[in-house]
């Protein structure tokens, strides 16, 4: 190793990675939590950026006179650039490496963290915004990526949840942070200082980047030397049995998001509101949703490889359903109170443990070495497609289909993501990258 770098290899040692991957040993899990930490890091960012905005949407909605449709492009105007970001995600960290794409979000986040904080107009914020949702869709792709590339077969799992724990972290740190502003600082324009609080997490994972080396499965693909290995490679792509995974990796993506949990993130504290809370009771809740949320990824990370991934699926989209339309018959029937949070809290549970804890280790896991960044990209391109219609059509859907509608219409859309899940997804767990390619090869 030079400089934080590991050297070039020869292709020849790849079945050697291939090998440590398979099992690994106790000298190695420990660096390999380390980097995997670190690479998780950038998880927490996304998690922080996706969830400060529920804070700020009342006062930024009252500061610039948004009505409902505005106030949607308010939410989705980053999402619309996490789907750019995706979209040059797979590209960047198959020419240029894991680490310099994840050190490019970082300089991302940063702009949009200080922009957000110090911006003039509602055109400017909404630029910041966007700037900050590339680095969203950059780092949701290479971190997964960087972690599975590392980890031998046996913690894969448990070590890319690792990022979706920092991504829980991020949320109740967004959470946390607009509760305790809203509680005790006293100031106009508070949302300003919300989304520029950012800039601090930023400026750590900058920094940490620095201190990890390059993904060895990436410099091995490097080292092969072809022009064909630095091109996008769209013909195996479109091999039928590698195409027909990143189809599946996109029915489950955007299915994904349509079970309510983005419209929770986003618009937590109106959801409560509309149900009779007050705006620091709310808050609050808001909170508790945010650390519940972190406590059951934390158990997931330690079931996602025991379990099994598959498992995990059917039973928290099972309870989700369960809940979903509880909460539904609860906003039919106006009540509210310690039942209504209860309820919203096992549905927020049950998704952690399964639909969040799982995607980005199936996802990140699915695909073969030469197309993971590409099949990555795509996959998460249809993710954050979905996740931007969620957070444009919340308000509307609330609106004319009420707030025990929306929930139901999310119970439903839990019903075709358990079936893809039961018979078109392969069971990964212990399994290593190699086998998983072979089965869909």
């Not at 195409?243 to 994904?256: E, P």
Request: include cysteine; hydrophobic fraction near 55%.
């Amino acid at each position: 190793m030079a400089n934080g770098q590991f050297v070039e290899m020869p292709a020849n040692i790849k079945m050697k990675f291939a090998n440590n991957a398979r099992t690994g040993d106790a000298s190695s899990i420990g660096s390999v939590a380390f980097l995997s930490f670190v690479a998780a890091l950038g998880g927490v960012l996304f998690g922080y950026d996706t969830a400060v905005i529920s804070g700020t949407i009342s006062d930024v909605s009252g500061r610039f006179s948004l009505d409902a449709i505005a106030k949607g492009w308010y939410v989705g105007c980053a999402l619309v650039g996490s789907i750019a970001g995706v979209a040059v995600a797979g590209w960047l960290s198959d020419r240029f490496g894991r680490k310099p794409t994840m050190l490019f979000s970082s300089v991302l986040f940063s702009v949009s963290a200080l922009g957000c904080a110090f911006c003039i107009g509602f055109n400017d914020l909404v630029a910041y915004r966007i700037i900050g949702g590339v680095g969203i869709g950059v780092v949701s792709i290479v971190s997964p990526v960087y972690i599975s590339e590392i980890s031998p077969a046996k913690i894969r799992g448990t070590m890319v949840s690792l990022y979706q724990l920092a991504i829980t972290l991020g949320f109740v740190l967004a959470y946390l942070v607009n509760y305790l502003l809203l509680v005790n600082l006293h100031i106009g324009e508070l949302w300003r200082v919300m989304l520029g609080a950012e800039a601090v997490i930023t400026l750590l994972f900058f920094v940490v980047i620095f201190f990890i080396p390059e993904s060895p499965r990436w410099l091995a693909l490097r080292a092969e030397g072809s022009a064909r290995s630095r091109r996008i490679p769209w013909g195996e792509v479109a091999r039928p049995g590698i195409l027909k995974a990143i189809t599946i990796g996109c029915a489950i993506a955007v299915l994904g998001q349509f079970m309510g949990v983005n419209a929770v993130l986003y618009y937590g504290p109106e959801i409560f509101a509309n149900a009779g809370f007050a705006a620091k009771e709310s808050s609050f809740s808001t909170v508790l949703v945010g650390v519940v949320n972190m406590v059951s990824t934390v158990i997931a990370v330690f079931l996602v490889d025991r379990v099994g991934r598959k498992a995990l699926v059917y039973f928290g989209v099972s309870v989700m359903v369960a809940c979903l339309v509880t909460i539904g018959v609860l906003f039919k029937m106006q009540v509210s109170g310690v039942l209504f949070v209860a309820v919203f809290l096992v549905y927020i549970f049950a998704q952690a443990v399964s639909v969040s804890a799982v995607v980005f280790v199936l996802l990140s896991e699915m695909y073969p070495d030469k197309v993971r960044g590409v099949a990555m990209s795509v996959a998460g391109f249809a993710l954050w497609v979905g996740t931007y219609l969620v957070g444009q059509f919340t308000p509307w859907c609330m609106t004319v289909l009420g707030s025990s509608g929306t929930f139901f219409f999310f119970a439903a859309m839990c019903l075709p993501y358990l079936a893809i899940i039961w018979r078109l997804v392969p069971e990964t767990t212990g399994k290593s990258l190699e086998e998983v390619e072979a089965y869909w090869k």
